[in-house]
């Protein structure tokens, strides 16, 4: 902040005089920009926060908002964690999640290492592979089901088409075993293109002058990925995975309308259970120590990385 | 970039690179290529095996998705003969039109409620943003961070009790709580975002307008927000998708008068089992707009989605 010559006068002099000569002082001005968005986001996302937190501990029902309401103590979260159906649904998320940014970080960086190739027409084709990324989840999730269906899906079709197998002898989304697959192939159908993009940036920041260097010293090019490229695009794909893994830990949208968490409960993801107790079986009790537990992992398992990615970055 | 160059690639590998990237680009579309190509079958090529990629076009799907029908009698039929286009179509199934649907309103309902909530969460992101960037404000990177944190909760958890809070207060299924809702999910992005933007413009614009004797107001808004317009504009799309593509609030908080057409579109059925070609077509219209804005937005697509980590 630049120290005008005004700024010395007013403090020089008593508050009084000093707002007429100057107005308003900086740290006003700075609230009045700041404020508004501070009001709203304490108002709508910190007091449900702490409006949770403190329903976590009672035997609320939403369902019943005239029953007496009796506080519980930790008995809600001591059910969760010893209860095995929960559990499930933590592994069903945590194989969600390990094979999507598995693909999606293979496939994705893959694709940039091409596009970084410049052929002619790159840029275009890079909107194009965009696309998915951008649309609704739901709407396109819903479509999808259309694409598995077991007789008439296009996805069976062509499955069928290069492997002989037939069409209407499998359903994606009714089998118990193909179930998990068919939601991490729409997701990374969905979500490849954004760890492109971050590995492009990342690709495209690596100056061709160390290439020339190490060119100079007869370095192989296999020796130049793994020493040169793969380090220093370290930083951008573990922001990617960052990225990724907190959306696809909130997963909801696409999921819910592709398999319902179904069949039975072998994709139902830790949102998709949460909405369950919540809003189904109404007990928003349990349902509260459930969404306080999920984001206490969340913020956990994040901070632990940034650290992580921060030791790269400094390297 | 000079022909003499180690670091460029051979013109084989260029070739190799391109053929993949495109083959790759080419499957990804085909998805969306079917949703198009579905909204104008008609409903027994949209369920033939196997799957017709050659069809002759129709608009049943879009008559279906904007129009209730009722089965109607042959003497109905001959009594009432089609006056348009689409009466013709629905007339030929020997049916008749008994209203519109409900489609065209849950469209208007995203479009007011993604438009209400971009405008507000610009304009409180850019005051905000732009206090982060120029003032000093007491614990900054920690706010900074809150601001940030609130986007890392799943929605389902937020959703118990804003669920309470919306019914206690009477904005269940309203546009107003809808758009107080996105604007609050959205000020996170509209902020790191907008921040990112307005640290770029030199500061020395507003000091050489301060000297000139305009206050702070109108430094920020004669000098700063002229400035940061290509921003602005490039956060509020990616505001407007957020809202437009959002379900999983949607589908809690509204049932009705403001449902959008996310949890809308998935429950289309027709007469006879799911009307696909509907559904296609009402997926069609929604999914363009935002098509359109990805190509707009292109060059500032990676800000946008990493929250300002990643500048090109």
């Known amino acids: ?315 | 970039m000079s022909s003499f160059s180690v670091t460029e690639p051979s013109r084989r590998l260029k070739w190799i690179a391109g053929l993949l990237v495109v083959g790759y680009a080419l499957v990804t579309l085909m998805p969306l290529m079917w949703i198009i190509a579905t909204g104008f079958k008609s409903s027994s090529d949209s369920i033939a095996y196997p799957p017709k990629v050659v069809f002759e076009p129709t608009l049943e799907g879009y008559v279906n998705l904007f129009t209730v029908q009722n089965r109607a009698s042959p003497e109905q039929l001959a009594a009432n003969p089609p006056e348009t286009w689409y009466e013709q179509i629905v007339h030929d199934k020997g049916m008749m039109i008994s209203g519109p649907s409900r489609f065209g309103e849950r469209f208007m309902n995203s479009v007011i409620i993604g438009f209400g909530s971009t405008f507000l969460s610009v304009f409180l992101g850019t005051l905000a943003a732009y206090g982060f960037s120029r003032y000093r404000v007491p614990l900054k990177d920690d706010l900074l961070f809150f601001i940030l944190s609130t986007r890392m909760m799943p929605p389902i958890a937020v959703a118990i009790p804003i669920f309470l809070m919306f019914r206690a207060t009477g904005l269940s299924d309203t546009h107003a709580g809808m758009i107080l809702l996105y604007t609050a999910v959205n000020l996170s992005l509209a902020v790191w975002l907008l921040k990112g933007f307005i640290d770029e413009i030199p500061r020395e614009y507003e000091e050489a307008a301060l000297i000139d004797g305009y206050t702070r107001f109108q430094a920020f808004y004669k000098v700063v927000l002229p400035q940061a317009a290509t921003g602005i504009a490039s956060t509020a799309i990616f505001c407007l998708i957020f809202a437009w593509n959002e379900y999983a609030f949607a589908v809690l908080l509204t049932s009705g008068t403001a449902q959008t057409a996310p949890p809308f579109i998935p429950t289309i059925i027709g007469s006879s089992g799911r009307d696909w070609p509907a559904v296609s077509a009402g997926a069609t219209l929604f999914l363009l707009p935002v098509i359109v804005f990805t190509i707009l937005l292109r060059k500032h697509l990676l800000r946008g989605i990493t929250f300002g980590a990643v500048r090109k």
């Open chain 1, 1 to 315: 902040m630049s120290v005008t010559a005004i700024d010395r006068i007013a403090k020089a002099t008593p508050p009084r005089v000093a707002r007429k000569i100057h107005g308003l002082s900086d740290r006003t001005i700075a609230w009045i920009f700041i404020g508004p968005t501070i009001v709203l986001l304490l108002a709508v996302n910190i007091f449900p926060l702490l409006w949770t937190i403190y329903l976590s501990f009672t035997n609320f029902r939403a369902n019943r908002p005239n029953a007496d309401v009796e506080w519980v103590g930790l008995q809600n979260y001591q059910r969760i964690l010893s209860n095995p159906e929960i559990w499930q649904t933590m592994q069903a998320t945590a194989h969600f999640l390990f094979w999507t940014l598995f693909f999606q970080v293979l496939i994705g960086f893959a694709l940039a290492w091409l596009i970084n190739a410049k052929f002619r027409g790159s840029n275009f084709w890079t909107t194009v592979i965009v696309l998915p990324m951008m649309l609704s989840p739901a709407v396109v999730g819903n479509f999808w089901t259309f694409l598995y269906q077991p007789q008439i899906g296009v996805f069976n079709y062509v499955v069928g088409f290069f492997t002989g197998a037939d069409p209407s002898g499998f359903s994606m989304i009714g089998d118990v075993r193909l179930a998990p697959w068919a939601i991490i192939i729409v997701d990374t159908w969905m979500w490849t293109p954004f760890v492109m993009l971050i590995c492009l940036a990342g690709l495209r920041s690596i100056p061709d002058s160390i290439y020339e260097a190490a060119e100079c010293d007869r370095a192989s090019k296999w020796r130049q990925f793994w020493t040169l490229t793969v380090p220093m695009i370290m930083p951008f794909l573990m922001l990617a995975v960052l990225f990724r893994g907190i959306e696809n830990f909130k997963m909801f949208d696409l999921v819910v309308q592709l398999t319902g968490g179904g069949p039975g409960s072998v994709t139902e993801l830790t949102s998709i259970n949460l909405k369950r107790e919540a809003f189904e079986k109404w007990r928003t009790g349990f349902a509260s120590a459930y969404a306080v537990i999920l984001f206490v992992t969340v913020f956990g398992l994040a901070s632990i990385y940034v650290k992580a990615l921060n030791r790269v970055k400094q390297r």
